[in-house]
Nanobody, 126 residues
Framework: QVHLVESGGGSVQSGGSLRLSCASS????????MAWFRQAPGKEREGVAA???????TYADSVKGRFTISRDNARNTLYLQMNSLEPEDTAMYYC????????????????????WGQGTQVTVSS
């Protein structure tokens, strides 16, 4: 397992942008799939976006066209660029790393990931 630390959360108004970062203690070259999840109060954790080590990405329908996931293996860092934020995006955002590769259709499942960060809060006001 790797140690993951998220940063970049904050409070913004509707329509604003934030960029989340996730620093890994391990070499991300060796992590086959990394992802962002979020959890709002009273709701289950849900997958937001994932990227494998070949650069293939997948997104939840609710964020397609607004969020972009990327990874910089030279910096051992995962990113999530979030644009056109909406109040419904308010949640704790978590970075996750998988031990094994999986098809993108499975990459937003919580059960596929074994390493998790502590989360960073994103709050969007209307």
């Amino acid at each position: 397992q790797v140690h993951l630390v998220e940063s970049g959360g904050g409070s913004v108004q509707s329509g604003g942008s934030l960029r989340l970062s996730c620093a890994s203690s391990g070499n991300t070259y060796s992590i086959p799939v990394m992802a962002w999840f979020r959890q709002a109060p009273g709701k289950e954790r849900e997958g937001v976006a994932a990227v494998d080590n070949a650069g293939r990405t997948t997104y939840a329908d609710s964020v397609k066209g607004r969020f972009t996931i990327s990874r910089d293996n030279a910096r051992n860092t995962l990113y999530l660029q979030m644009n056109s934020l909406e109040p419904e995006d308010t949640a704790m955002y978590y970075c996750a790393a998988a031990r094994f590769w999986m098809p993108t259709v499975q990459a937003l499942a919580v059960s596929k990931y074994t390493s998790w960060g502590q989360g960073t809060q994103v709050t969007v006001s209307s």
